[in-house]
């Protein structure tokens, strides 16, 4: 399986697997890119699983305040259907940062809902996605801040590729009288 994700990872650095226009030129100087893509173990009970990401920042080493790394297409928000991430990957966000050493991601998870009926058309990450027909459920999210304590370098003029998993079947629970919750765990599977 970690061949898998190896060569996954592998292909998004070339733009036709990563969706075409939305990286940007190589960096000189002192900054450099960081890629970070998202892929799934989908919720198994949901046609659609529609989480919406409002930020994305990586925490450098030399600092206290964290960098924030826009959205793909520099939307100011992110949806992605979970359950089409499931054997494909998608860019989350991509953009110029400092070059040097990070200890940390974090991302904000805004709102989920979850479909059982039909699934969602398009793409599976996009700034927007039409709500599928049929019955859903919004997903309760207490905390919706998740940080990953992974270091990595962003090399001067280079490009590091983040590949995270946002596992459906242990971020949703069924709490009772169809309600519903969402811890999100994602792990981060490789840094290349």
Do not use: W
Request: charged share 15%; hydrophobic share 40%.
């Amino acid at each position: 399986m970690r061949v898998i994700f190896a060569a996954i990872v592998a292909c998004t650095v070339s733009a036709a697997a990563c969706g075409g226009s939305n990286s940007p030129t190589s960096p000189s100087g002192t900054s450099g890119v960081l890629n970070l893509m998202l892929k799934d173990s989908p919720f198994s009970d949901a046609k659609s699983v529609l989480v919406t990401f409002s930020e994305v920042t990586a925490h450098p080493d030399t600092e206290s305040d964290f960098t924030t790394l826009p959205f793909a297409g520099g939307a100011t928000a992110r949806t992605c259907d979970l359950k089409k991430l499931e054997t494909a990957q998608d860019i989350l966000g991509i953009g110029t940062l400092p070059a040097g050493h990070y200890t940390q991601v974090r991302l904000v998870v805004s709102s989920a809902t979850i479909y059982f009926d039909n699934a969602a058309a398009g793409a599976a990450c996009a700034p927007t996605i039409t709500a599928p027909a049929g019955g859903s459920a919004s997903l309760n999210i207490p905390s919706g801040e998740v940080k990953l304590n992974r270091q990595f370098e962003v090399p001067a003029g280079g490009t590091t590729t983040m590949l995270l998993d946002f596992d459906g079947d242990r971020s949703i629970r069924e709490t009772g009288n169809g309600r519903y919750m969402m811890t999100p765990v994602i792990a981060v599977v490789s840094v290349q």
